[in-house]
Each structure stands twice: as structure tokens, then as C-alpha cells.
């Protein structure tokens, strides 16, 4: 709860940042808090899982301390739900005075949560929400995953190459299917293909028949899609399949999201020839990733990391970096610490845009196969340190 005295949110959250920056000295012995907001209960608790696996694993390798002080994680449930993840910012910047705010699983919630960033004056590392105009909602926002569009563009680019030329979009109704369905038909049209039909379904739903119905009946040469990782992913995939669209050779092609790592494992073979793009992909051949699986297994029981526990190492990485360089003092100063770092992920390797704090990588289009019995997206094409097409015009 915020405290009586202040009379309005804004007035809480401002004077709450303020006190965080000018105290840094005085509290130097104190330690300093991050405020990481993913939902770990509820339909998306996945990202939750996922996002805190790579963020206690950054930990745990690179040691939570900077110039002495200890750095903490104050875990936060918002069960996916944005008034939720807005209050619990707000609750973290005014009682717990953290330095940094962290995770937000979906577009909404960091929407949100913009404002209480923007007022307090607090850093907001975006770990997972895509949607390519989150990181203008506030200039405290740095983005450590991806965006739709910039994952997308090269998809749409490979399927003209590839002899598609009709295609039936089907897209979750939200920002970031918007922004999907915009960059692969704006990029596929410029090349010559043809829209057959763009299809919005609402964002929970568990029942794709009829649009997939409808996508089967236009008869296009390839059906592209985004829905949210996690179970209305796989409910499409087992959809898709059911319906004999692999058989009726309609290709499917989608964002890394219709496949990611946590769920494909457990995906049936009818996965297997799936075309897609993302930023990571459990498979990707380099040593550090290697590493990183077997890590994230490890003190996950198991668990194969996606690409959101790729967006909560990599966040952990700019966060304490960042922290380093500004000697534990937060707001503006660690927002500038933070723009420009670029290193190697477990994705491949990075930069933090200074220009707009979105991250600049590789994006890979992928083959779902089997290896060792397994399945996973197999990398076989490189896009370059792509930048976020939403902006870079
Ligand atoms: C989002 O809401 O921004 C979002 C959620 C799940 C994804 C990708 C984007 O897989």
C-alpha cells in the first residue's frame, strides 16, 4: 500500500526515486534491491519459471554483490495480470526502495507499468514483453529480449526466397500480434507475395478450429502465426496438425514463440518441419549456450531454458554490469550505464541500442527437427545484429 501522507501516486513514486538516488552514500552498507514482477502463478506462470531460472542462474555464476554491497532479488507473483503488476511496481519503488524494476511477462503488464518507472525515476529492464513500442512508454526502459517485428521481417523475407507466395496470417488479437501480423505481411507483400487472409483470434483462446477452418479453406501455400508461448501454443500445433494442414501441404510458419524450448519438448512429431524465426534457440551451437542448458537443467530439475530465461540472464547481465559502473546508484545514471553494453548471450551476441535501449542481435530462421530423440528448432540461417524495425526506419 502506498502510505496515506502522499496525496497522490505520482507524488509517492517521485519522492520514493528521489530518496532512492540521493541516499546511495549514506546507505552504502545496505543492499541494494531489485524488484523482479513476472507472474509465477496462473495461465503464464512458464515465463515466470523461465525468467527466474536465467535470473538466479546469472547469479549464482557471476556472484550478487557489487563494491561490497549485497544485491537482492525481491521475487513478485502478478499472475499475468497488469493492475497487478503495476501495484506491486509501485509497492517495490515506495516500501522496498528498489533500484531497478525487472521481468514483465506480457505487453500489458509492462505497459502498465511504464508510468511507475517514468515517475519514480526507477529503471524498468524488460525481460520478456515484445511488443516493439514498449521500450518508447517510458526512457527508463531497457529491453533484454526481443520484438516482434524484428523477429518476424526475416521470416517473411525467407518465405519468398523459399517459393511461398500465398499466405493466411493468424495472429493472437494483442499489440504483439499486431505488430506481427503487420511486419511479416508488410515485408512479404513488398516482395510479391500474396495475403490471402489476415486472421485475429482472441488472446486466450484454447480453440483454434475455426480459424484454422477458415486458413485451410483458403488454400494458401503457407499459414504464418503468432500466438503467446505456452498452452494456446501447443493447443495450435496440436490443431494444426489434427486438421492434416501438413498433409494438405500448407507449410507453418511462425515466430520462435509457436515452438519455443519449454513446450516443444513435449511436442508430438507432427512438430517436426516447422519453419520459424527467433532470437535463441536451446540448440544454438555455441559453447556458452551449451553451458547455459545444461545449467538452467540442472538447478531446474530438468527444465529446458526458452528464450525467456535467455531475456532474464541476459536483463541480470545489464542490470549488474550497469550497477558496477555506477557504483550501486540507480535512476538516470544506470539507465545511461546500461545503453550501449554489448556482450555475448547464450543467444549469441548483443547490444543495448543507446538510441532507443531495445536490444540489437542475431535473428535465426529454424527447422524443427530431432536430435538425440529430442525435438528442437535447429538454426540454419543467420539475420545479422538486427535492430528493431519498429524504429529504425
Ligand atoms: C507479449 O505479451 O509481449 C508476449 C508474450 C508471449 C510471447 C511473446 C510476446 O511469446
Redesign the pocket.
Known sequence: MIPKRFATRAAALAMAGAAALTSVAALAADPIKIGLVVPMSGPFSY?GRQINAGVSLYMAEHGDTVDGRKVEIVLKDDAGVPANTRRIAEELVVNDKVTVLAGF??????FATAPVATQAKTPMVVM????SS?TEKSPFIVRT?MT?PQVTVGLAEWASKNNVKKVVSMVSD???GVDAETAFNTRFTADGGQILAALRMPPNATDFSPYLQRAADAKPDAVFV?????DS?AIFMKQFAERGMDKANIKLLG?G?VV?DDALGQMSDSAIGTISSHHYSAAHPSEMNKKFVAAIEKANKGMRPS??AVGGYDGMHVIMEGLKATHGAGGEALVDAMKGQQFESPRGPVLIDPKTRDIVQNVYIRKVEKVDGKLYNVEFETKKDVKDPGKTP
Do not use: E, K
Open positions: 515465463m511477462g506480457l505487453s500489458p503488464q509492462a520478456q514483453a515484445a511488443t514498449v529480449s516482434l494483442y499489440a504483439p503468432f500466438v503467446p508461448a505456452g501454443a515466430t514463440d519455443d528464450f525467456m
